[in-house]
């Protein structure tokens, strides 16, 4: 039996617009602790959501003590779901790495927390890949205050590189973050780009608009009216000796090779704003941009669902077959990783033009009670979980081990695509053709209110080993 009861999933036909557009304007919400407590060997069908009222507040959660999870059996071995760390770390370390790592121990300590054995592969995509390249980053700059160059050389890179991925799993995290992150010693090196020492990087570059661009990154702004990534970008094509032909009014690399050399370049520019700004301003502004361009994709491998195809096409009323084969689908998506609220729009996208290519034209989404959270990695029941569309880290407690927050806007409805090209959706208000925002007399009259709450959900890894194998 749970302690914890929700007063509504809101999906009646306002709220449910009302809260699309607030899931794509905003992304601050309140937290509560909600642990999960699984059901082992329980895989979840979407079939078994419930149905939602109209309307719904949100009200504070509160969540008795009893409910942390506790190890039972004293003296045994604790699971991999109640993580244990040395007191010491005692990594093994190449000694040719020219670095005081204890300088940078805030953001090595952040990145083996978000990289954690655990929970590495599902969070992988969202929270661990963007820190561990943020990490990469933040060294670079470090490396580059002691020399007059803002690159590493081959072979200290190689050194370094093995001491970086040493240290963060001394500390808990995967050790295989080199191929799970497609990063390579040779990203420390500035690889195929041409300028790479400080002197001549300067003379060429504007760096007081640089660093006027990139010194605090807007969390709210820069994703759809950037300023910091057109700076880094300006600045890369400035030092790369690449120039770009006009097309169509957009700027375009002819050249794959041009491709490489503009982001060695990019990489570049990372180190010298790194070099600049403090280590947790600079993680924090490099986070906030792999954001943007985490959330401009989906993350998720759709097979062809060739049996959902056959049991939905020419549907015109609700069908059990098409719903079963549907729900069985996602299912197995479900097994993937976390994604965000935004991810999961672009998903639901994505999939339903899958599905309207091969001849699936009604919303089998309505029909068979698709949430945007059934594209992400569940629990059992309708603990299903969306990562907030910011930056966010593991937290790591004593007691419950590694938690996540999650964002309750999951429980919206999987839009069903309506125009013909999955590049023509857009999730920057501005560039949306949606109906004005409600005033907040409207609010009030409509019952529907947009106070926001977060689960706090324990990661415990019998929940997730249950949902990939």
């Not at 300088?103 to 083996?112: E, L, Q």
């Not at 998720?300 to 079963?324: G, H, M, Y």
């Not at 309750?408 to 090209?421: E, F, H």
Request: charged share 15%.
């Amino acid at each position: 039996m749970t302690c914890v009861k929700i007063v509504s999933l809101l999906k009646g036909s306002f709220c449910h617009l009302l809260l699309v557009i607030a899931l794509w304007l905003c992304s601050y919400q309140n937290v509560v602790a909600l642990p999960l407590l699984p059901k082992p060997g329980q895989i979840p069908s979407t079939s078994e959501l419930p149905s939602s009222p109209d309307s719904a507040t949100f009200q504070p959660i509160e969540i008795s003590p009893t409910m942390i999870p506790h190890y039972p059996f004293h003296g045994e071995p604790l699971p991999p779901m109640y993580p244990s760390f040395p007191k010491t770390y005692d990594p093994v370390l190449t000694g040719r790495c020219p670095v005081n790592f204890s300088v940078i121990s805030s953001i090595t300590a952040k990145t083996a927390s978000d990289c954690t054995q655990s929970l590495s592969t599902v969070v992988g995509n969202v929270i661990c890949c963007p820190q561990f390249n943020s990490l990469l980053h933040v060294f670079q700059g470090f490396y580059s205050n002691h020399s007059d160059t803002l690159v590493l050389q081959n072979a200290v890179a190689d050194d370094c590189f093995k001491d970086i991925i040493s240290i963060l799993a001394s500390r808990g995290a995967n050790s295989s973050l080199s191929s799970m992150c497609s990063v390579k010693s040779s990203n420390l090196t500035g690889g195929s780009c041409p300028v790479k020492d400080i002197s001549t990087f300067e003379k060429a570059v504007n760096t007081s608009k640089l660093l006027e661009s990139c010194s605090t990154v807007d969390p709210l702004k820069e994703c759809c009216r950037p300023f910091c990534q057109p700076a880094i970008s300006e600045a890369a094509l400035q030092i790369s000796g690449i120039k770009m032909t006009l097309s169509d009014n957009k700027n375009i690399v002819e050249v794959p090779s041009e491709i490489d050399t503009l982001n060695d370049c990019k990489g570049v520019v990372y180190s010298w704003i790194a070099r600049k700004l403090r280590f947790e301003d600079a993680n924090t502004a490099f986070r906030l941009l792999s954001s943007c361009k985490v959330n401009k994709a989906c993350p998720l491998d759709f097979k062809q669902p060739s049996e959902v195809i056959n049991a939905c096409r020419n549907l015109a009323a609700p069908s059990p077959s098409c719903c079963s084969s549907l729900n069985a689908y996602i299912t197995g998506i479900q097994k993937q990783m976390l994604i965000t609220n935004r991810q999961a729009i672009i998903c639901a996208a994505v999939f339903g033009y899958m599905l309207q290519k091969a001849g699936v034209m009604t919303n089998v989404y309505e029909l068979c009670d698709v949430d945007l959270k059934d594209f992400s990695l569940q629990a059992y029941g309708q603990e299903g979980c969306l990562l907030r569309s910011l930056p966010a880290d593991l937290v790591y407690d004593n007691s419950t081990g590694f938690s996540f927050t999650c964002d309750l806007n999951d429980n919206i409805a999987a839009p069903w695509p309506s125009s013909s090209s999955v590049t023509s959706l857009s999730l920057c208000a501005p560039e949306m053709s949606l109906p004005a925002l409600p005033t907040s007399q409207t609010l009030g009259s409509s019952g529907c209110h947009l106070d926001g709450v977060h689960f706090l959900l324990s990661a415990i890894l019998i929940f997730v080993s249950t949902l990939l194998y």
